[in-house]
Structures are given as C-alpha cells and as structure tokens.
C-alpha cells in the first residue's frame, strides 16, 4: 500500500492521459487520481492538487471522521472504492455547502482538504488543494437566456479564478469572440469590447451598446496600434506555438493589463508549448473545469 505519496493529482476528466504523461513518480492511480512519491510539481491538466497528504489507519467510521476533524472543517471526498464507507464517513463530517456559484463571485476562503479511501482501513487526506472548489468543479448558475453559447462559462470560471474583474469603462480586447459568449461576460460588467473574428457575432451581443466588432484576422491587432488594452481575451482556433508568438510582444509591450488566453490543442499534439506559456512571468495555466481539450493561460502585469 502506498504510504510513500508526497502528492496526488486528481486528472480533469477525460484528460488522464495528459496528466500522466506530465506527472514524475507516479506510484498508483485511483480513477482519476494520481499518486506520486515525488513532491508536488506542477500539473497544467491536474483539476485538484493534493500537497502533503497523508495516509492513516482507520479502525471504523468513526474513527476516519474523527481524524479529518482533528485536522480542519471542511472535507471533500473523492470516492473510488468502498463507496459506501466513504459516504458514511463523509457524512459525519460538518456540511460543505456545495451550491453553484453566482457570477461574479469571490473564492471560498475556507481551506477545503480533500481524502479517499485507498483501502477499508486505508485512508489517503490532504488538508492543503490546490483548488476552493470540490474535486476542482467550479460550477456556476447558468444563465440560459444572454450568451449565445456556453463559452461564457470559461470566462467566467478564469476571472473567479483570477480574483479581478473588468471594471466600468475599461478597453477589452476580444479576439476570436464571435459568436459572443466572452464578449457579452465582458460586456455585462460594464467594460468596453473590441471584438474581431473571421465570423460574424450573435445578432443580441452585436447589439449591446459597449460591443464594437470588427470581421478580420484577430492576429493583425498589434500593440503598437492601441494605447492601452485592459483586458485582452483569446479564445482563437489555431496552434499554441502560432498563439505564443502574438502574445509575446503583447506582454513585452507593457500595454496591457491582463490577458486571458486559450490553448487549443487537436490530435496528438506537442504539449511542450504550454510550458513556455506557463514560463512567462505572472502566468497561471491550467486546465479549467470548463476547458475541453484546451488549457487556460491567466496572467496578470506584474506592477498592478
Ligand atoms: C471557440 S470560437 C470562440 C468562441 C467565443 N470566445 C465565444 O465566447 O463565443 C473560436 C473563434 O475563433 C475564430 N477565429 C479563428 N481564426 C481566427 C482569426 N485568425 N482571426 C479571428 N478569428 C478567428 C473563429 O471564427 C471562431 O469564431
């Protein structure tokens, strides 16, 4: 039994094999978690990271409730085996209040741990994720009604994430936006959006006074043609390597404020990009809840 763990890393789901090929040490895997006798290292497809866990004994349900109590409040399972001892035990835990989120929202400030059973009497805890959020899920209230798709909800979950918002009047750049699910987020808080894609935007977003399209190439937009940029949003279809080189001169410019970039990878491709994306200083990469086969590149300027 593995009582040599350092770190577990519970996979974004459908994307395993990505976590794997990224993780040193792997010594076992319960589902989607993966456990490493190595300390914790940085995993872009890894929705949940467990520091430091540690393996007890337990003699009985009670026994394992008492336990995660002594450490802290607020626990989330990740169930692979004994279902039922795992729900018991959870249940004698304080209650987590698992009801979606209504943006804008801020992040759960209360640490949340997260535990398994490895075995009957094997109990595997971490006190210290990565992730607010049970099992890395940031679920929202939807709205049914406004976005023309559910775009919007990547967007949302980056800038919870990121702890900012775009304010009143602020200079949004959207790039690939239409057919408009960033561009109206952006446009509900009250900022400016520029929208430039090949394709047309949503008839209702076009609509909305604080969103100005143009229909052209996303990667003529260069620095040297706007004073300033506050938010400069990416959601292109195109290849990570094709998207690092239009973002560079972006962060070198000092022109902008943030940027909230998508990586969207086909096929079998060649992840070594996204550490090249994650090497730029300030930078957050990861796989968002609300990522398909794409991770999320958030970044901040470092002098605001
Ligand atoms: C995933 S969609 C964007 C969805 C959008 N963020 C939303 O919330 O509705 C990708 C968009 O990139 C656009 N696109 C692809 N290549 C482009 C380019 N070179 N310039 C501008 N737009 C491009 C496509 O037309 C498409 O609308």
């Keep these: 039994m593995q009582r040599n763990v350092q770190s ?3 996979a974004a789901e459908g994307f395993e094999k990505q976590l794997e090929q990224e993780l040193e040490g792997i010594v076992d895997r319960r589902e989607r978690l993966f456990l490493s006798d190595q300390p914790v290292q940085p995993a872009f497809w890894a929705q949940n990271i467990w520091r430091n866990p540690q393996v007890f004994e337990i003699e009985s349900i009670n026994h394992a409730a008492r336990i995660l109590k002594s450490i802290q409040r607020n626990w ?3 169930s692979t085996s004994h279902h039922r001892r795992s729900t018991l035990i959870q249940e004698k835990l304080p209650h987590v209040s698992a009801k979606p ?33 049970a099992n890395g899920e940031v679920v929202f209230e939807e709205n049914r009604t406004g976005p023309p798709n559910r775009a919007y909800l990547k967007l949302w ?26 561009a109206w987020v952006l446009a509900k808080t009250g900022a400016d959006v520029f929208c430039v894609d090949r394709a047309p935007l949503d ?24 004073d300033f940029v506050d938010w400069l949003c990416c959601d292109v279809i195109c290849y990570p390597e094709k998207l690092l080189g239009w973002i560079t001169p972006w962060v070198e410019s000092g022109k902008v ?13 060649d992840y070594s990009v996204a550490g090249r994306f ?27």
């Design 8 to 10: 577990a890393y519970l």
């Design 76 to 78: 989330s399972l990740y």
């Design 101 to 133: 989120l209504v943006f804008p929202a801020t992040l759960p400030k209360a640490p949340l741990g997260a535990w398994t059973l490895l075995d009957q009497n094997l109990l595997l805890a971490s006190a210290d994720c990565s992730s607010p959020f």
């Design 157 to 182: 979950e980056a800038l919870t994430l990121m702890e900012a918002l775009p304010r009143q009047g602020e200079f949004c750049i959207d790039a690939g936006g239409s057919p408009g699910g960033w």
């Design 203 to 226: 008839e209702r977003v076009m609509k909305l006074k604080n969103v100005d399209f143009e229909q052209g190439n996303a990667f003529n937009l260069k620095p040297e043609d706007f």
């Design 257 to 269: 404020r943030h940027m909230v970039v998508t990586l969207k990878f086909q096929g079998e491709p």
């Design 278 to 304: 994650a090497g730029i200083p300030n930078s957050d990469l990861r796989h968002l809840f609300h990522n398909r086969h794409e991770l999320t590149w958030m970044w901040k300027r470092g002098n605001d």
